[in-house]
């Protein structure tokens, strides 16, 4: 991006592109499926103040320790790529295209925020879980249940090595380096 380059000089020149009527839509679609790279880029062009809308969004609930880490235009970027790259896979058939552009920001963002807002990487599978035992967690304490290992366990479906693995490294349960793993030095 250019020096001085800013979200607000970028949302200007999105409010140029107007949203996209069903007819116009759906003619798009077609030329696109026939290799048409002028719809292509009309169509990712219309849908610019949703990328921003939802990276906006998602970059709102970050941390300022994940913010240092992630900059907003890099989460505005990695959704326009990866929508860019599955709009081949549009079927108007099954849904709108807001809520079908929504799934793929989800999951885009999603996983640039598990795998680039972090000091160590972790793999989106093993954060997804970590996820999943916080989301338990919480239900368990909302309905005034117990949250011991064998609940959340049970609640998630995760083995005991694994759930000791992503509470104690995952989790904030966090060990010195110099604390010796499975009794080595």
Known sequence: ??????????????????????????????RIANGDAVARTELLRANFRLVIKYAVGRYSYLSPAQRQRLDLLDLVQEGYCRLWEKLDKFDPNKASFSTWATYWLQ????????????????PS????????????????????????????????????????????????????LDASINGED
Do not use: C, W
């Not at 409010?15 to 996209?20: P, V």
């Not at 999603?110 to 972790?122: K, L, N, Q, T």
């Open 1 to 30: 991006m250019p020096d001085g380059f800013s979200l607000g000089m970028h949302a200007q020149d999105v409010g140029e592109y107007k949203r996209l009527d069903e007819g116009v839509l759906r003619s798009l679609v077609k």
């Open 107 to 122: 999951a885009a963002i999603g996983r640039m925020i598990d795998e680039d807002s972090r000091a160590v990487h972790i």
């Open 125 to 176: 599978h093993v954060a997804a879980q970590a996820k999943q035992i916080s989301k338990a967690r919480t239900a368990l304490l909302s309905a005034g249940k117990s949250t011991s290992q064998k609940d959340l366990q049970q609640a998630t479906g995760v083995d005991d090595e694994r759930y000791e693995a992503i509470t104690r490294f995952v989790l904030g349960v966090n060990p010195s």
